[in-house]
């Protein structure tokens, strides 16, 4: 049973391109969380979503940010012409349908960008 | 709103050292509380979780007692290892198990 898989794990960009950041959550999970984590300040949440519907964006910038999890493939968050300060690890987690306040989320690996 | 209040960082400890980590809540209702943590490199990992008042979690050495009283879920273990080295991170999911919150992590660092 694949756990939450995300690619690449290392992504390398020069300012004004885009970046795109794929996470297949784990078999049977319909939610899926994405996640930035930037040194010295922690773990910031930026979108939650189920299949086809963001049910919660407050932590995503406004701009050039968007977020996807289709019927059909995995999850995709999209940093249009980016700039250094985007440069973090980012991460996604996925869990069960919810129903109970009981489930916990199961991390992917990361995917660390690097703007140049 | 909820949120997750954490002891800052970085811990030194040597090996066999006693561990505790605070971490305190806010939240509306009756959340569930957990304790994840992050080797070098990799993803989060749940380490243990609580999901009512006086439930104590437990994994690998490593206890948290969910204190509704103190609004508290302090990590502790009596003695760290230099393989116990990594960020732990304390967070809360909110009554519906839909939004999860994170503190900000403590990194510890455990020397022989």
């Known amino acids: 049973n694949a756990g939450v898989m995300q690619n690449p794990r290392h992504l390398v960009r020069r300012r004004g391109q885009e970046a795109r950041l794929r996470c297949s959550p784990m078999?049977?999970?319909?939610?899926v969380y994405w996640y930035r984590q930037l040194p010295e300040e922690g773990l910031k949440f930026m979108v939650y979503?189920?299949?086809?519907?963001?049910?919660?964006e407050s932590g995503m910038p406004k701009e050039r940010f968007s977020a996807e999890f289709p019927k059909e493939g995995p999850s995709i968050l999209r940093i249009q012409q980016v700039v250094r300060g985007d440069s973090a690890a980012y991460f996604c987690?996925?869990?069960?349908?919810?129903?109970?306040?009981?489930?916990?989320?199961?991390f992917g690996s990361g995917t660390q960008l690097s703007v140049l | 709103g909820d949120s997750v209040t954490q002891m800052e960082g970085p811990v030194t400890l040597s090996e066999e050292a006693f561990l505790t980590i605070n971490c305190t809540y806010t939240?509306?209702?009756?959340?569930?509380l957990f304790w994840y943590v992050q080797y070098p490199g990799e993803g989060l990992q749940l380490l243990l979780k609580a999901t009512k008042a006086d439930d104590k979690g437990s994994n690998k050495g490593f206890e948290a007692t969910y204190r509704k009283e103190t609004t508290s879920f302090h990590l502790e273990k009596g003695s760290v290892q230099v393989s116990d080295s990594a960020v732990y991170f304390c967070a809360l999911s909110d009554p519906t198990g839909n939004q999860f919150y994170f503190g900000t992590g403590t990194s510890l660092t455990v020397i022989p």
């Open positions: 987690a996925s869990s069960p349908n919810s129903g109970t306040r009981n489930e916990k989320l199961f």
């Open positions: 078999k049977g999970h319909s939610h």
């Open positions: 939240a509306t209702g009756y959340p569930s």
């Open positions: 979503l189920q299949k086809e519907n963001i049910i919660d």
